[in-house]
């Protein structure tokens, strides 16, 4: 059993994302680590790109803070390896990071290095299931996962084909538009659950998530795990804003990842409970 | 090319939730593409509206000082004084009839923002723009005609401030409100179906200029010149004469000249990239992207050009800021034609080219005017 399969194995899975880097080099190492000691089973650790696609205005900011603090393919490289987590780490980036990085062309050089570094899984947003052959291939030989976002719309071949190359888990868009946290929730998390129902990887919901009782509601409509990242980003966010030390930034952030673990713990046990008998 | 790629290049690279409104619209493309009422009213629209069909103006001067005989593909007359309206009022009648009321664009120059803002009013669709800060400040006249056409614009700060910025802006806008808004790019970019949809509707240009070439001259010109920003002006043109004996050149935004690291050439000295949806050619990670000329200010490039020049059949030149300058006067005085500075590129390809003696005869697109241009060309003659 793979790391990450492992950490959906015992309860629901809370999966927070935060991008390597922001504001800079150092308090980024503490974010992550705060993460973990605040319940985190996986993290999402983004790497950033100059050009993202329907990213919303938080993780934006997280990306251009990163990037100007001197970020790049090389140096998150040593941010995982000088990441003191145990926890199983999964690489979210675009495609054409992959695809420059080493002699290029190929995904095989930046697989074979984040694999090296510590990385146990992807999940590339642009990267079209028609043309993940290549990501895949790596992925196998290095021993990574190959993690894959449904939206609310993939359906027919799309999906079948997603089926076929995804492992670790499936990350399941909650609803339609840029990533950001939401007071609400669409209803469209149980209809895109229902759609992935059958699939031999664990389920975890992400997008507009901010609060335990989200957290919470997402594990009842029965996600495996549930995926946070505009909610924290926007605790560093705040941070900055303020110029707030980073231990106190740290701290905030551990105290959210606890809330939305705990969320997400009870929305397992009320799934646990036998269902009151219609008549 | 029916999954969206030249040869490699392009596709569709962009999150799960746009893949499958983008094959919806690639999927409508095609039936309008096949539809006679859909082709006749953008025809009707096209002559009536934008003052299609455009002239073939044999440039006389130029061509007696350079030898070479030199033809004009007057885009620059048409409704907005450039191709732009080719496009727009394409994708503002497709919108239409998928039911959409809503466009959004991205725009450079400022030109394919108001050739939309005229489209969107014509159609009765509400019109927004994204429009970097940068490009703001140095196209005022194109904001204010924007906005005089009912179309809101907004000034996008983020990154460079730019061309690229102003996408970025525009797909997120696209992600949030997919179900009402059609986002009408302005160039043969992005992520499948647009690069072969916006190459449909400009290959009016090639279309017109193959048969105005004939009924003048009896034979088709030796080579085919445009400047290349995203490219759509340039395949465009090209498209049509890809099957004939026909050279194509294509003049990108040398900016300040070789190893300035300030340019807008990713053909001529690019590398392959994944980009705003596409694989294409894009400018390297230490060369910041620069042009005089706005409307060619883009790292990237249209994917179908990528193939032209991976297969030879296209070849691919920097032209310099200074080089395009000059070429802007030189145009201006022989021919009394103020030609755009983005088009002044592709003329001083054409002058070069005329000046080796290598063809004989040398069709240009003349892709737009340059009276928006007034600004830098008074600073830099010091008019």
Request: no cysteine; proline share 5%.
């Given at each position: 059993m793979s790391r990450i399969s492992a950490a959906f194995a015992d309860g629901p899975a809370f999966v927070p994302y935060l991008a390597a880097g922001d504001p800079d080099y150092e308090s980024s190492l503490s974010y992550v680590e705060a993460l973990e000691r605040g319940g985190a089973d996986v993290i999402e650790l983004g790497l950033p790109f100059?050009?993202?696609?329907?990213?919303?205005s938080t993780i934006q900011g997280a990306i251009v803070r990163a990037l100007e603090a001197g970020m790049t393919p090389t140096r998150y490289f040593e941010f995982v390896e000088d990441l003191d987590v145990d926890v199983p780490l999964v690489c979210m980036t675009y495609y054409n990071l992959i695809y420059q990085?080493?002699?290029?062309?190929?995904p095989e050089d930046f697989v074979r290095r984040a694999a090296a570094a510590g990385i146990d899984g992807f999940v590339v947003p642009d990267l079209p299931a028609e043309e993940a052959e290549p990501l895949r291939e790596a992925c196998d030989e290095h021993g990574c996962e190959l993690v894959f976002i449904v939206a609310p719309t993939t359906k027919g071949e799309r999906l079948e084909r997603i089926m076929s190359q995804v492992s670790g888990y499936v990350y399941v868009?909650?609803?339609?538009?840029?990533t950001g946290a939401r007071t609400d929730l669409s209803g469209r998390a149980e209809e895109s659950l229902e759609r992935v129902a059958e699939w031999d990887v664990p389920k975890a919901v992400g997008f507009g998530i901010s609060t335990g009782d989200h957290a919470q509601r997402v594990i009842e409509a029965g996600a495996d795990g549930v995926i946070v990242g505009s909610a924290l980003v926007d605790i560093v966010a705040q941070g900055v804003e303020r110029g707030d030390p980073a231990v106190t930034v740290a701290s905030r952030l551990e105290g959210k990842a606890r809330e939305l673990k705990e969320g997400a713990l009870r929305g397992a046990a009320a799934n646990e409970r036998p269902h009151p008998e219609r008549t | 090319m029916a999954d969206g790629t030249f040869d490699g290049y392009g596709g569709r690279h962009v999150p799960d939730m746009l893949e499958e409104p983008l094959k919806h619209l690639g999927q409508a493309y095609d039936e309008v593409a096949d539809s006679e009422s859909f082709q006749a009213d953008l025809r009707d629209l096209l002559e009536t509206?934008?003052?299609?069909?455009t002239p073939l103006h044999y440039a006389r001067n130029l061509s007696e000082r350079y030898g070479a005989d030199i033809y004009l593909k007057?885009?620059?007359?048409l409704h907005g004084g450039a191709h732009k309206i080719n496009n727009t009022l394409g994708q503002a009648l497709l919108a239409k009839r998928a039911g959409k009321d809503r466009l959004i664009a991205e725009t450079g120059a400022g030109q394919h923002g108001t050739a939309t803002a005229m489209a969107g009013a014509l159609l009765d669709l509400d019109t927004e723009i994204y429009m970097g800060e940068k490009d703001v400040e140095r196209q005022r006249m194109n904001v204010f005609r924007m906005r005089l056409m009912g179309a809101t614009v907004n000034e996008v700060s983020r990154g460079g401030a730019g061309l690229a910025d102003a996408v970025d802006a525009a797909l997120e806008d696209m992600a949030e409100?997919?179900?009402?808004?059609?986002?009408?790019?302005?160039?043969?970019?992005?992520?499948?179906p647009f690069p072969r949809m916006v190459r449909d509707f400009q290959s009016v240009i090639g279309e017109e200029a193959r048969e105005q070439m004939l009924d003048r001259t009896g034979s088709l010109p030796d080579a085919a010149v445009a400047c290349v920003g995203g490219g759509s002006n340039a395949i465009g043109l090209f498209h049509p004469l890809r099957d004939d004996d026909v050279a194509f050149y294509g003049a990108e935004g040398?900016?300040?000249?070789?190893?300035?690291?300030?340019?807008?050439a990713p053909l001529a000295e690019g590398e392959d990239e994944v980009i705003h949806g596409m694989k294409t050619r894009v400018i390297d990670d230490d060369t910041e992207v620069h042009s005089v000329s706005a409307g060619l200010d883009y790292p990237g490039v249209g994917p179908e050009h990528a193939m032209f020049r991976a297969v030879g059949r296209a070849e691919y030149t920097a032209v310099t800021d200074d080089e395009a300058l000059a070429a802007f006067r030189e145009l201006s005085e022989t021919e009394g034609i103020i030609p755009a500075l983005e088009t002044s590129h592709g003329v001083a390809r054409a002058i070069e080219l005329a000046e080796t003696g290598e063809h004989d005869s040398i069709l240009v697109?003349?892709?737009?005017?340059g009276d928006k241009d007034m600004q830098t060309a008074a600073e830099h003659f010091d008019l």
């Open positions: 100059s050009e993202p696609i329907a990213e919303g990085f080493g002699e290029g062309g190929g868009q909650a609803r339609l538009g840029t | 509206f934008a003052g299609r069909p007057r885009e620059d007359l409100n997919i179900e009402d808004t059609h986002y009408l790019v302005g160039s043969v970019v992005g992520p499948d040398g900016g300040k000249g070789e190893g300035s690291g300030q340019h807008a697109n003349l892709s737009g005017r």
